[in-house]
T-cell receptor, first 114, second 116 residues
Framework: DVKVTQSSRYLVKRTGEKVFLECVQD?????MFWYRQDPGLGLRLIYF???????EKGDIPEGYSVSREKKERFSLILESASTNQTSMYLC?????????????FGPGTRLTVL | AQSVTQLDSQVPVFEEAPVELRCNYS??????LFWYVQYPNQGLQLLLK??????LVKGINGFEAEFNKSQTSFHLRKPSVHISDTAEYFC??????????????FGQGTILTVHP
């Protein structure tokens, strides 16, 4: 079974702090994704990485950056956390044989910024 | 650009009743269509997907969906629901081919609540 793990289930940070969210997958997948999930808005893509050290902006990249130094690990960085970044963050990974391949999701990190 | 609209934010239903969760999409190019489910306190998992061919797609847990190109819809159905189907359901699309990397665009989600 594909396994995608996220470093924390719940995280509470203060405004202005630098926040790191970690995602690890164990299936040698090329593609990895970061989404945020908000009630009534569904999931929105923040960034994705199609291979090591490669990244592309998604639909809402402002206020976020990412890092992918190793194939299995994809980090989301909030340079200076703000209250409007309080949300559920979901990581996903996918092998890339075709663009229709399934994305596999982690359990999510619920981030609260005070 | 693609967009997805899930027409119902919440659907309450009694156990063993049929259910339909509605999804409409907008795209100027061919798309792949997906339904994902999120059980409480869990990540998303794939229920089913439409790539091409037969417009009726069968997925896990007895769910099926029908692709209707003329109405740009991809509604999810189950003939008899169980308490354990209580979850949030997401419809999603991705562009078929091109340089999109298969990025998913999600709908707003539909919360299905099954009552005993």
């Amino acid at each position: 079974d594909v396994k995608v793990t996220q470093s924390s289930r719940y995280l509470v940070k203060r405004t202005g702090e630098k926040v790191f969210l970690e995602c690890v997958q164990d299936m040698d997948h090329e593609n990895m994704f970061w989404y945020r999930q908000d009630p009534g808005l569904g999931l929105r893509l923040i960034y994705f990485s199609y291979d090591v050290k490669m990244k592309e902006k998604g639909d809402i990249p402002e206020g976020y950056s990412v890092s992918r130094e190793k194939k299995e690990r994809f980090s989301l960085i909030l340079e200076s956390a703000s209250t409007n970044q309080t949300s559920m963050y979901l990581c996903a990974s996918r092998i890339t044989l075709t663009w229709s391949d399934t994305q596999y999701f982690g359990p999510g990190t619920r981030l609260t910024v005070l | 650009a693609q967009s997805v609209t899930q027409l119902d934010s919440q659907v309450p239903v009694f156990e063993e009743a049929p259910v339909e969760l509605r999804c409409n999409y907008s795209s100027s190019v061919s798309v792949y269509l997906f339904w994902y489910v999120q059980y409480p306190n869990q990540g998303l998992q794939l229920l089913l997907k439409y790539l091409s061919g037969s417009t009726l797609v069968k997925g896990i847990n007895g769910f099926e969906a029908e692709f209707n190109k003329s109405q740009t819809s991809f509604h999810l159905r189950k003939p008899s629901v169980h308490i354990s189907d209580t979850a949030e359901y997401f419809c999603a699309v991705s562009v078929a081919g091109g340089t999109s990397y298969g990025k998913l665009t999600f709908g707003q989600g539909t919360i299905l609540t099954v009552h005993p």
